[in-house]
T-cell receptor, first 115, second 109 residues
C-alpha cells in the first residue's frame, strides 16, 4: 500500500542553523501539507501546497519557513534559522483530492530537536 | 471551519463497542465531518468521513444526527491497538485540518 515517507526520522540542530525536512508524498496525490506537533500539544497546520504554489498558510508559517517541490516527487520544508521553539514533530501529508472529501495521508513524522 | 467539542478521555473494555461523541453545532451546509486518530506519536490516521448520511467502513461507523450538529464514531469491537487520541474535525475538501484536543480513548483488557 502506498504511503507518505519522511526523512530524516530525527534531526538535531543548533539554534540559528537551517534545516530541510523532506517528504515523499503518495505519487498521484495533488495536495500537500505540513503540520507540526510540539510535545504534548495539538497538531497544528503550517501550510498547504497545490499546483506548485502555497494554497494556505497559518500564522506559524512566517518568513523563516518555506516549502518547495523541487522535482515532482519530493516536498520539502525549510526552516531558515531555527529557534528553540521550533522543536517539534513535523508531519507531512498528501491528499488525492478525489471527490469532495479530505482524506489526508500522513507520514510518520520528523522529530526536530533544536539545541 | 466549524469548531468541535469532544470529551477529553474515555475508557472502553476490550471487545466492546467504543462510542465517541462529538458536537459541531456551528457546522455549515457544505462541511464534512472527518474522524482521524493518532496512536502515540505517530502521524494522524484517517478513519472515516460523512456529510449527512451514516457511514460505515472496515474501521468504524459514523452516525451523524439529522440536524448535523453532532456525530458519534463507533468502533464496534475495540482492541488494545485502538488505544489512541481520536479527533473529530469539520471542514471542506482540500482545506487544512484543524485539530482540537481530541478524545484520548483507553481500551482496557
Amino acid at each position: 500500500e502506498p504511503e507518505v515517507t519522511q526523512t530524516p526520522s530525527h534531526q538535531v540542530t543548533q539554534m540559528g542553523q537551517e534545516v530541510i525536512l523532506r517528504c515523499v508524498p503518495i505519487s498521484n496525490h495533488l495536495y500537500f501539507y505540513w503540520y507540526r506537533q510540539i510535545l504534548g500539544q495539538k497538531v497544528e497546520f503550517l501550510v498547504s501546497f497545490y499546483n506548485n504554489e502555497i494554497s494556505e498558510k497559518s500564522e506559524i508559517f512566517d518568513d523563516q519557513f518555506s516549502v518547495e517541490r523541487p522535482d515532482g516527487s519530493n516536498f520539502t520544508l525549510k526552516i531558515r534559522s531555527t529557534k528553540l521553539e521550533d522543536s517539534a514533530m513535523y508531519f507531512c501529508a498528501s491528499n488525492p483530492l478525489t471527490g469532495a472529501y479530505n482524506e489526508q495521508f500522513f507520514g510518520p513524522g520528523t522529530r526536530l530537536t533544536v539545541l | 471551519d466549524a469548531k468541535t467539542t469532544q470529551p477529553p478521555s474515555m475508557d472502553c473494555a476490550e471487545g466492546r463497542a467504543a462510542n465517541l461523541p462529538c458536537n459541531h453545532s456551528t457546522i455549515s451546509g457544505n462541511e464534512y465531518v472527518y474522524w482521524y486518530r493518532q496512536i502515540h506519536s505517530q502521524g494522524p490516521q484517517y478513519i472515516i468521513h460523512g456529510l449527512k448520511n451514516n457511514e460505515t467502513n472496515e474501521m468504524a461507523s459514523l452516525i451523524i444526527t439529522e440536524d448535523r450538529k453532532s456525530s458519534t464514531l463507533i468502533l464496534p469491537h475495540a482492541t488494545l491497538r485502538d488505544t489512541a487520541v481520536y479527533y473529530c474535525i469539520v471542514g471542506n475538501a482540500g482545506n487544512m485540518l484543524t485539530f482540537g484536543g481530541g478524545t484520548r480513548l483507553m481500551v482496557k483488557p
